[in-house]
């Protein structure tokens, strides 16, 4: 789905056991000069890829965190030209797959239009994306936005995670943060910035008062 003239989502469920569904999202992201940056790849449909093949010129995979990288191969497959980018973390646990760079601010080269920020003081060392003209944050875990998803246990987990049937920032995410000093300083950065849309890898694309919705997700979970 086009989601703005920068932002492209596409999505998938899956069936992470019986009765547990969970929606999962790639976003790719345009620079002006054509080129595009695949985050978090899932497993694209033969349509998703005729897609992607055909109107984005995808020069970069990235891995967005240390859980978010099961579709790195598949997409390398289809795109044997593209660079791929992973934590330090990443990169020693899925050392199989060659990673062109780490994913670190001071390697980013693509800062002018999309701003690579690290959520401090987390275990998944998860990195956000803002893309500047299209006012739009990308993450992963940070924040999921589920309604009315199918399945007895997706209730059950989504109820436990405190992210059931509304935007939340997950119980479990909370728990991934080991230093809230830092996480503290990423989340300054975040509400600095000038946010119209967040799009994240579990949920419904925010695209209303978005940085209100953030701002209420990490208040209701204390970290604010
Ligand atoms: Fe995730």
């Known amino acids: 789905m086009k989601i703005n003239d920068w932002v492209y989502t596409f999505d998938a469920e899956i069936e992470m056991f019986k009765n547990f569904y969970l929606p999962v999202r790639s976003t790719v992201l345009r620079l002006n000069n054509g080129d595009s940056i695949m985050v978090s790849p899932i497993d694209f449909t033969e349509a998703d890829w005729a897609q992607i093949k055909s109107n984005l010129q995808v020069k970069h995979i990235v891995a967005p965190c240390d859980l978010h990288h099961l579709f790195v191969k598949s997409a390398k497959k289809h795109l044997k030209d593209a660079k791929l980018w992973a934590t330090k973390e990443l990169a020693h646990k899925r ?50 936005n589920l309604h009315n998803r199918k399945g007895f246990l997706t209730w059950v987990i989504q109820q436990a995670f405190g992210t059931w049937n509304k935007p939340a920032i997950s119980r479990w995410f909370k728990s991934t943060l080991k230093n809230k000093k830092e996480f503290k300083i990423t989340e300054e950065k975040v509400l600095s910035l000038d946010i119209e849309t967040i799009v994240m890898a579990h949920g419904d694309v925010i695209s209303e008062n978005a940085k209100g ?6 208040r209701e979970r204390n970290l604010i």
């Open 95 to 144: 050392s199989d797959l060659t990673w062109d760079f780490e994913l670190l601010p001071k390697n980013w080269t693509m800062s002018d239009e999309i701003e690579l920020i690290p959520i401090l003081g987390g275990s998944t060392h998860e990195m956000m994306f803002y893309h500047k003209q299209a006012k739009t944050l990308v993450v992963t875990d940070l924040i999921f």
């Open 213 to 218: 919705v953030l701002t209420n997700a990490l």
